[in-house]
C-alpha cells in the first residue's frame, strides 16, 4: 500500500496562495478584455448605423476584431442604392471618423448588397413602368431591355464591305 504524507509549512502556503491570487487576477484580466472588446465592437456598430440612419440609408452592420491591439473589420449590409457605387470614397471617410470618434482602427470595410428579386413586382413595373426613387435598378432593366431588341440577321459580302452609310 502507498501512503503520501504532505507537511504543509508556511511557505508552501505562501505558494499556493499566491498562485491563486495569480490566476484569479489573471481570470479577471481575460474577462476585463473581453469586455472591452465587446465594447469596442458595439461602439464601432453604433456609429457606423447611425452614419447612415442620418444619411437616410438602412444599413446592417457586423464587426470582427483581426490581429492586434484595437483592430477591426466591419461588414456592412445595404440596400443596393446607386450612392453607394463609388462606396471606396465613402469607405475612406467612415474609417477615419470611426478612428476619431471611437478611438479604433478599422482596417476594412466590405459591403454586401442583397437584392431580392420579386416576379410580380417585376412584372408590374414592366407594365405601370412606375418612376424609382433610386435609378440604379431603373439603368439595369433599360441595359437588359436594350439587350433584348439585339437583333442578328445575314448580309451579303458586298453590303458587309461598304460603308456604314450606303446600307
Not at 499556493?16 to 487576477?25: E, R, T, Y
Not at 442620418?54 to 456592412?76: D, H, M, P, S, Y
Request: overall charge negative.
Amino acid at each position: 500500500m502507498f501512503s503520501l504524507t504532505i507537511s504543509l509549512d508556511s511557505l508552501a502556503v505562501y505558494i499556493v496562495a499566491a498562485d491563486v491570487v495569480i490566476l484569479l487576477s489573471y481570470i479577471l484580466y481575460i474577462f476585463n478584455e473581453k469586455r472591452l472588446l465587446d465594447k469596442s465592437i458595439k461602439g464601432i456598430t453604433t456609429f457606423i448605423e447611425v452614419y447612415f440612419m442620418n444619411t437616410g440609408a438602412e444599413v446592417q452592420v457586423t464587426c470582427f476584431k483581426v490581429e492586434g491591439n484595437k483592430r477591426f473589420v466591419a461588414l456592412i449590409q445595404s440596400e443596393p442604392l446607386k450612392r453607394f457605387r463609388c462606396s471606396h470614397v465613402l469607405e475612406s471617410n467612415l474609417i477615419a471618423h470611426i478612428s476619431d470618434v471611437t478611438g479604433n482602427t478599422v482596417e476594412k470595410i466590405y459591403w454586401r448588397f442583397p437584392v431580392q428579386l420579386n416576379k410580380d413586382l417585376i412584372t408590374a413595373t414592366e407594365k405601370n413602368s412606375l418612376e424609382n426613387d433610386d435609378l440604379y435598378f431603373s439603368d439595369g432593366f433599360a441595359i437588359a431591355e436594350a439587350a433584348k431588341e439585339y437583333k442578328v440577321s445575314e448580309v451579303s459580302w458586298d453590303q458587309y464591305e461598304s460603308p456604314k452609310g450606303e446600307k
